[in-house]
């Protein structure tokens, strides 16, 4: 069975809540914040409602997520993802699962 046959059917039919980072990342790999009760008063938070592609998201935001909801959306990529290169998508797959989860790693004092 190919990649493009599978369906994911964590969330929703194609979408994946992060709770840890209050964000939904979708089927086309854009990531929206969850709270989006209120409408946006600037040019930046307007532009933030469109989405932002999971390729372009900060290490910052990476570094964030749970280690659980980390490892999901890396299955949730690959699995709604049509063309990987294998190569490049390894690599970069590698760089972010050293990133997930250092939230859960930090002790509080």
């Known amino acids: 069975m190919s990649l493009s046959d599978k369906k994911v059917w964590l969330n929703g039919i194609d ?3 992060l ?3 209050g964000s939904t990342l979708t089927s086309e790999l854009k990531v929206f914040p969850i709270d989006i009760s209120e409408a946006p008063e600037t040019a930046s938070e ?3 409602m469109l989405g ?3 390729y372009d998201l ?3 935001w990476w570094s ?3 280690f659980v909801d980390g490892c999901d959306a890396l299955e949730f990529i690959e699995l709604n993802t049509y063309e990987i290169i294998e190569g490049p998508f390894k690599i970069w797959k ?3 699962l050293d ?3 250092c939230v859960d790693m930090l002790e509080v004092i």
């Open 15 to 17: 979408y994946i809540e």
């Open 19 to 21: 709770d840890s980072v």
């Open 46 to 48: 307007a532009e933030e």
């Open 52 to 54: 932002v592609h999971i």
């Open 58 to 60: 900060t290490d910052e």
């Open 64 to 66: 964030n997520l749970s």
């Open 94 to 96: 590698e760089k972010k």
């Open 99 to 101: 990133l997930i989860g």
